[in-house]
């Protein structure tokens, strides 16, 4: 009679937690009101980044801004759609406004919504993106500039900034045409803003969100909020893609090579306290099993109107209990959204 040993769960299957990455997330704003006659030479044009090149923005100053109140609970729900877009590619292809500001006012609310530039005898929004490295991660800012250059007057209490996500994934059904997807337009941040717009006055609301701390191999998971630039993803049936590899000391451990490897399948967010939490879990089938943990990374972030950001990251990991042997791992990319 032959006697079958029964592996051990713990044999089976292998969860790994990667190092949790912080990415910070900031708000501040700034309210200006000007006279009407002062107009022409309060905007000034600054020079902002997209990586390695160069653009000029029209913007009021930006010195001496407040920090705001960053909306966890709508953070998560545009994080939550913009990851199912680039994994899956689903959304709604109907455009969405990219940003909006509400005022509320004594007398109910006053919305500002996208416009592209500033105008004369307007209410509107424009945004502009700025993307550099910093130490080896990289920073995403987004400038938001409301206005209102109507003969409007009211007193505020409250003042709220609203985004859009979006994506491109693949062609639209028998057509030539890219498939754009958007999330819904969300709250993201507000603040407490006391001041009274008269119908004299010119105002002018700048509002910067950034997200700071993104290690490379992260980059994909960071939502690309509608802008001015013009840049956007390719989703993951458009040219960015991510795979994990595991080395079973018997293969070519190295991007493309023949090593047991899993993509992303997908995703769960959720707010803790004052942070959103994105974990992204990565199964790999070991086949003839392995007793260590090598893992690589390599990704390729495709954007349009930007350079592609690509490349790759290893790390050991820790074995499990000595001579155990296991053939199924669960990495679990774990990134936090700190906000502050």
Do not use: H
């Amino acid at each position: 009679m032959t006697v079958r040993r029964r592996r051990r769960v713990g044999d089976v299957i292998k969860k790994v937690v990667l190092n949790k990455e912080i990415v910070k997330i900031k708000g501040n704003y700034k309210v200006i009101l000007i006279k009407k006659e002062e107009f022409e030479k309060f905007l000034k044009l600054v020079k902002l980044r997209i990586l390695n090149k160069e653009y000029e923005a029209l913007m009021p100053p930006l010195d001496d801004m407040q920090k705001n109140t960053i909306d966890v609970n709508g953070l998560s729900v545009l994080l939550a759609q913009y990851m199912s877009m680039i994994t899956t590619g689903s959304g709604s292809t109907s455009g969405t406004t990219p940003a909006q500001m509400v005022l509320t006012t004594q007398s109910g609310s006053v919305t500002l919504t996208y416009t592209g530039s500033v105008k004369i005898n307007a209410q509107g929004v424009s945004v502009y993106l700025q993307i550099f490295e910093d130490n080896g991660s990289f920073v995403w800012q987004y400038y938001y500039v409301g206005y209102d250059t109507t003969n409007a007057s009211y007193t505020t209490s409250q003042i709220e900034l609203y985004a859009s996500a979006y994506a491109i994934y693949g062609f639209l059904p028998n057509s030539s045409i890219p498939a754009t997807y958007y999330t819904d337009l969300i709250r993201i941040a507000y603040a407490n803003a006391s001041f009274t717009k008269s119908s004299d006055s010119y105002l002018f609301i700048v509002w910067l969100i950034q997200f700071q701390n993104i290690p490379p191999y992260a980059v994909l998971f960071i939502p690309i909020l509608q802008n001015n630039v013009g840049i956007g993803i390719n989703g993951f049936a458009s040219g960015s893609g991510y795979t994990v590899y595991f080395n079973n000391n018997n293969c070519n451990f190295t991007c493309g090579g023949n090593c047991p490897s899993g993509g992303i399948t997908g995703f769960v967010t959720y707010v803790q306290g004052n942070n959103v939490i994105l974990e992204v879990p990565v199964m790999v089938r070991l086949g003839g099993g392995v007793s260590t943990g090598e893992m690589l990374i390599c990704y390729n972030a495709s954007y349009k109107n930007m350079p592609n950001i690509s490349g790759q990251f290893n790390t050991t990991l820790s074995p499990p209990v000595s001579g155990g042997t296991f053939y199924l791992a669960l990495a679990t990319i774990t990134l936090i959204f700190q906000t502050s």
